[in-house]
């Protein structure tokens, strides 16, 4: 009998990690709107390079879009 198989998963790397944690630390965003925001991004720290009204046209609330822009996340 077979024992079980190990399945290996990459870790992550040190910047999507922060960019996860920042985003679960930003005021206003909750798991529903960190989920849509990164949704089509190659990565999450990406959302940390955009400008303010990027933010925004993510449906980003105000304060949590001026939160992040400003590099308080």
């Given amino acids: 009998m ?3 198989q190990t399945i290996h998963v990459p870790p992550l ?3 999507t990690k922060l960019a ?3 985003m679960a630390l930003t005021p206003g965003l909750g798991p529903r709107r ?5 949704r ?3 990565e999450p720290a990406e959302l940390f390079r955009l400008p303010l009204t990027a933010l925004e046209a993510l449906q980003i609330p105000v ?3 001026r939160f992040i822009a ?3 996340a």
């Fill in 13 to 15: 790397a040190t910047e």
């Fill in 2 to 4: 077979a024992g079980p």
């Fill in 20 to 22: 996860w944690l920042a």
């Fill in 70 to 72: 400003e590099g308080r």
């Fill in 34 to 38: 960190i989920q849509r925001a990164v």
């Fill in 63 to 65: 304060a949590s879009a």
């Fill in 40 to 42: 089509g991004m190659r």
